[in-house]
């Protein structure tokens, strides 16, 4: 089952994801907590009218 | 010597002829018939004999003498009876419908059969094995309710045919408690109670139970001893309990797995209990990590000792980067305690995990 909680601040922010629901965000009322499929680290994610969009794949580095 | 047909009559006595007879002359398209004309509540047979010495009879009422079909030993059994009302046949004996070659079967037909092994002592319990007569889409095998008693209600066994399921003790109702499912690429055995119910795998080494393992919502599994002491449980979310034979003094796992991005920071908060007067070690290690150099990511071991809200925190081992930020323990309030992913300032993502080991007050 590849699902876990995806915390957004309310103003749509990602803030993390997590395998257990955090009651600290989902007593707090300036977070939303979504139990969803996993996300892909490698893009940005945003809370839009209450929907996960996935966002721009994160640039890749050259440096070494 | 010859007749000639529509020929005699005997008004009585009995007649003999040495060799063979033959009724009919193979007409074709006409049914040949040999009567036997009797009264009723007398045999109708055919008997066999060796000289004259009998050794089978058939025939109507052959040895009863009632309307039974009947195949008679001549020393006393009556081996296969046909009721004439019911067409119930009753063997006497072991019986054997085939010879012993693949594709020879039994089949028993009607909408619900049951077969019925019963001691004829009377002093144990028969059985009954029935498809579609107890349990829709299975087959039961049902004890009589009483020693020699022929009365079966309440399956002791029960094979689901639809769902692939097998019930102990499920009696009446469909198996629920106990299903084995079978595919070419899988091989599950799943035990299933109520939505709010435990259940339990209990061991014993011969009258000695050495120990179980209970399911419920609370806990996926939890290892019990001999006592009935929990030893070990997992929960759903995966936070290991490692109770060291006595509830809640021993050394408990939580683990926190996601993703986030260097800029992010979080708490995960674990609920400890309040050390009062005395004081409180945990171990944390934690790490986040966006690229392959460790300028992108952070990584910390550490002890925190707590009493209260005050803290000191004794690093094993610790990477924190401007980039993927670091890890950091408090308390929060008395009784819980607070792992801090701080943010550092490249937005790249990845996945992280926190691992705290506790004892809680």
Known sequence: MNKEYCIFK?????????????????????????????????????????????????PEITEE | MSFQASAFIFAQGAATFNGNVTVGSAIAATNIEFNL???????????????VTG??????????????????????????????????????GSTTFAAKTNGNNVTLSSNGTAMEMYNTSGTVKN???????????????????????????TPILTIDGEQNRVGVGTGTSRPLTLFHTYSATDNLSTFQAGSSSGIQLRFRHGSTLTGYINSNTTNIFSVYNTNSTELVSVTPGGDVFHYGGTSNQ????????????GQNT??????????????NIFKVEAG???????????????????????????????????????????????????????????????????????VTY
């Open chain 2, 288 to 358: 986040f990590a966006h690229y392959s150099a460790m300028a992108y990511n952070c990584l910390a071991e550490f002890y925190i000792s707590c009493r209260s809200t005050g803290y000191a925190t004794t690093d094993v081992v610790r990477v924190d980067t401007a980039y993927g930020g670091s890890f950091t323990g408090s308390k929060s309030d008395a009784s819980t305690l607070r792992i801090t992913k701080n943010a550092g300032n490249y937005p790249g993502g990845g996945r992280y995990w926190i691992r705290v080991t506790k």
């Open chain 2, 55 to 92: 050794q089978w009879l058939l025939g109507q009422g052959a040895a009863s003498e009632t309307s039974a079909f009947e195949l008679y030993n001549a020393t006393g059994t009556i081996v296969l009876s046909v009721n004439k009302s019911t067409n119930i046949s009753t063997f006497n």
């Open chain 2, 37 to 51: 004309s009797g009264v009723s509540g007398k045999a109708k047979r055919i008997q066999f004999q060796d000289g």
């Open chain 1, 10 to 58: 309310k103003t749509g922010e990602f803030v993390f994801t997590a395998n257990n629901e955090p009651q600290n965000y989902s007593n707090d009322s300036d977070y939303v907590v979504i139990y969803s499929d996993r996300l892909d680290p490698s893009y940005s994610y945003s809370l839009v009218n209450g929907e996960i969009v996935k966002g721009d794949k994160w």
């Open chain 2, 266 to 279: 979080f708490n995960f908060d674990v609920t400890v209990g309040d050390e009062g007067g005395g004081g």
């Open chain 2, 250 to 261: 021993g050394l408990w796992t939580y683990v926190q797995v996601g993703s986030c991005t």
């Open chain 2, 127 to 153: 059985w009954q094995i029935s498809s579609q007569v107890v349990n829709s889409q299975c087959m039961d095998f049902t004890p009589s309710t009483a020693n020699g008693g022929t009365t079966y209600s």
